[in-house]
């Protein structure tokens, strides 16, 4: 395993390199979390050199490795799987085959982090909160920036680049096909100016990916839509200062918060039963709390 893209790519493209020392036949075995991308670049350079590439990102830590408790997803040639399939047995306790396509396991990899780091990102909104309503106590600001700020210097951007490619991983079966929908859930926090910048600048990013996985996939009979929820009857709502509620009952029209199945039916509706000619927008479910 290494750190990065950029460094796996050194250690095999060019001269005196992995590619190049393998045998003909050769199996390298790459364990690192990198992009689906370039899983795709160095197992096309193996192949060149006679050798082949097996991606197998791991989900535990090296203790986890050391009792064979790791969970492993495979991807690349059947033949070369098979011959390190005996080593990816004695590291985890499960080893999940994800086909041929050389970046497929990174696709996962790639999906579950974000589930992890989303986990994450509620339990940091719930905690700034806090924070929050203690500083109005003391009269300090709430340092809810540097705090996010720090989070994104250290795990850097991963939501983006999981959500594009879950998106492209999924629209390729439905471009065979020539029928799907993808609906995102996005937040009015997209519109305005969140107290957490990171929550909100990949809100409206992920806004601006809807649009244009509308305008590649749409050609080939897919829709991409997205929903905009305003404040919604959940778990983190209760636990807004009364101030912030008064605020949002004030500001919608029929005088009371939404209801989660609410915004699950505009979920349901973009994803069956929209006309086709809805494609690329966002719907705003806020009841006024927003107008755009």
């Not at 085959?97 to 509620?122: H, Q, R, S, Y």
């Not at 897919?222 to 778990?235: E, F, K």
Request: proline share 6%; with cysteine.
């Amino acid at each position: 395993m290494v750190s990065d893209d950029a460094a796996l790519e050194s250690l095999v493209v060019g001269a005196d390199t992995i590619a190049h020392r393998l045998a003909p036949g050769g199996v390298h075995l790459s364990m690192s979390t990198i992009s689906p991308a370039t899983s795709r670049r160095l197992a096309q350079y193996h192949a060149e050199c006679g050798s082949s590439y097996v991606a197998a990102p791991a989900f535990g830590r090296p203790d986890a490795a050391q009792s064979k408790q790791m969970w492993l997803c495979a991807s690349g040639p059947r033949a070369a799987k098979e011959k390190v399939r005996p080593l990816l047995e004695a590291m985890g306790q499960k080893v999940f085959d994800f086909g041929e396509e050389p970046g497929a396991a990174n696709v996962v990899k790639l999906a579950m982090n974000f589930l992890i780091v989303a986990a994450i990102e509620a339990l940091a909104e719930a905690l700034e909160l806090q924070a929050a309503v203690m500083a109005q106590g003391n009269g300090q600001p709430a340092p809810l920036l540097q705090e996010a700020a720090t989070i994104h210097r250290e795990i850097g951007d991963p939501l983006g680049e999981a959500r594009v490619e879950l998106m492209r991983a999924l629209a390729r079966q439905m471009v065979a096909r020539r029928s799907g929908r993808i609906v995102n859930v996005g937040s009015v926090a997209a519109f305005t100016g969140h107290p957490d910048l990171w929550y909100g600048a990949s809100k409206a990013a992920l806004l601006n990916v809807t649009k244009s996985f509308a305008g590649w996939l749409g050609p080939h009979g897919v829709l991409v839509n997205a929903v905009a929820p305003g404040p919604t009857q959940t778990d983190m709502y209760e636990q807004l200062p009364q101030s912030r509620k008064d605020g949002v009952m004030r500001s919608v029209y029929s005088g009371r918060v939404c209801r989660p199945d609410e915004v699950a039916q505009a979920i349901l509706w973009l994803g069956s039963a929209c006309p086709d000619y809805v494609n690329g927008a966002t719907l705003d479910v806020n009841n006024g709390s927003y107008s755009r």
